[in-house]
């Protein structure tokens, strides 16, 4: 397919290299400013644009990786009759793009992404239209550089969103305030490498309910105590630290009286 990436951000680097790896050609990058969009027009071989009104008007697909509030502005600068355009949002409806085109939906990729990251990851993606007949061709697109591809509408979607938020954005801030503690602390992150990788590893072979360990799951009010008295020069860890484990506790309680 001939396809058209507007936006130059990390999703757009991103799901353009996928597409070219997959043997699309990619045909312009359209984006708001020139540096970027040089930089990626560059390593793909096309042309690039910061002109709405100079967008490729023959492409078989256009990928809208733009953020959430561009996408509802795009239709006053750029109308795309008759032609297939996605965006890649999660929270996003999928009828934002019917005033760029009506053949119009999305293609959001329920994967973090970040445009340096090499190898690039598995990205499962989440797909829709506003016509049903363009369903099956974004469906075929999608599947030629991605093995996980499912229909999702928009309340479907956004709840997969907010799964990902709890699952990755948060997880990532707890790692990045135990890099800062340790580092503050003179301590060396990287052994803690191991049991991230473990904990995550036995996702998908064992129910993460039955995975919990720690002081919290245990009722180890001693511990507890311990921790937060060297958390005192700590405010946000400490909070975040007697959040969780006011949680976990009520959490595995609850869990002790309904068992049989
Ligand atoms: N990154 C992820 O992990 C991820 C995963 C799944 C879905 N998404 C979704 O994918 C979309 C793009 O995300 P991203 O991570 O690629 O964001 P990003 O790296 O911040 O890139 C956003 C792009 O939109 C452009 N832009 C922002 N406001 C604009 C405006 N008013 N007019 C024209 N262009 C504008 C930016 O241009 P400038 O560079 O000039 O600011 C940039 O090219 C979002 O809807 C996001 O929710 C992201």
């Known amino acids: 397919m001939k396809v058209v990436i507007i936006g130059s951000g990390n999703v757009a680097?991103?799901?353009?290299?996928?597409?070219?790896?997959?043997?699309?050609?990619?045909?312009?990058?359209?984006?708001?400013?020139?540096?970027?969009?040089?930089?990626?027009?560059?390593?793909?071989?096309?042309?690039y644009?910061?002109?709405?009104?100079?967008?490729?008007?023959?492409?078989?697909?256009?990928l809208v990786a733009l953020s959430d509030r561009a996408l509802e502005e795009l239709g006053n600068v750029l109308t795309l009759p008759g032609r297939l355009v996605v965006h890649t949002a999660?929270?996003?409806?999928?009828?934002?793009?019917?005033?760029?085109?009506?053949?119009?939906?999305?293609?959001?990729?329920?994967?973090?992404?970040?445009?340096?990251?090499?190898?690039?990851?598995?990205?499962?993606?989440?797909?829709?239209?506003?016509q049903p007949e363009d369903l099956p061709v974004i469906e075929a697109f999608a599947r030629t550089f991605s093995p996980q591809v499912e229909r999702a509408g928009d309340d479907t979607r956004l709840?997969?969103?907010?799964?990902?938020?709890?699952?990755?954005?948060?997880?990532n801030y707890l790692y990045i305030?135990?890099?800062?503690?340790?580092?503050?602390?003179?301590?060396?992150?990287?052994?803690?490498?191991?049991?991230?990788?473990?904990?995550?590893?036995?996702?998908?072979?064992?129910?993460?309910?039955?995975?919990?360990?720690g002081p919290a799951t245990r009722g180890d009010g001693a511990t507890i105590e311990k921790h937060l008295k060297l958390l005192s020069n700590y405010k946000n860890i400490k909070e975040l630290y007697e959040l969780f484990t006011i949680k976990i506790e009520d959490d595995y309680q609850r869990t002790e009286i309904s068992a049989p």
Request: aromatic residues 6%.
């Open 159 to 171: 709840k997969l969103h907010l799964s990902a938020t709890l699952v990755n954005n948060f997880t």
């Open 90 to 130: 999660g929270a996003v409806a999928a009828s934002v793009l019917k005033p760029v085109s009506a053949r119009s939906g999305v293609l959001y990729p329920l994967q973090s992404l970040k445009a340096a990251i090499r190898p690039y990851p598995e990205i499962p993606l989440l797909i829709d239209a506003n």
């Open 49 to 62: 644009s910061t002109r709405w009104d100079e967008t490729d008007r023959n492409a078989d697909l256009y």
């Open 177 to 213: 305030l135990a890099d800062r503690f340790c580092q503050q602390e003179g301590m060396d992150f990287s052994l803690l490498l191991p049991l991230i990788h473990e904990t995550a590893g036995r996702l998908g072979r064992y129910p993460p309910e039955e995975m919990q360990t």
């Open 13 to 47: 680097a991103v799901l353009g290299g996928k597409i070219r790896l997959a043997g699309h050609t990619l045909v312009q990058v359209v984006a708001r400013r020139a540096e970027p969009a040089a930089l990626l027009a560059q390593e793909w071989g096309c042309g």
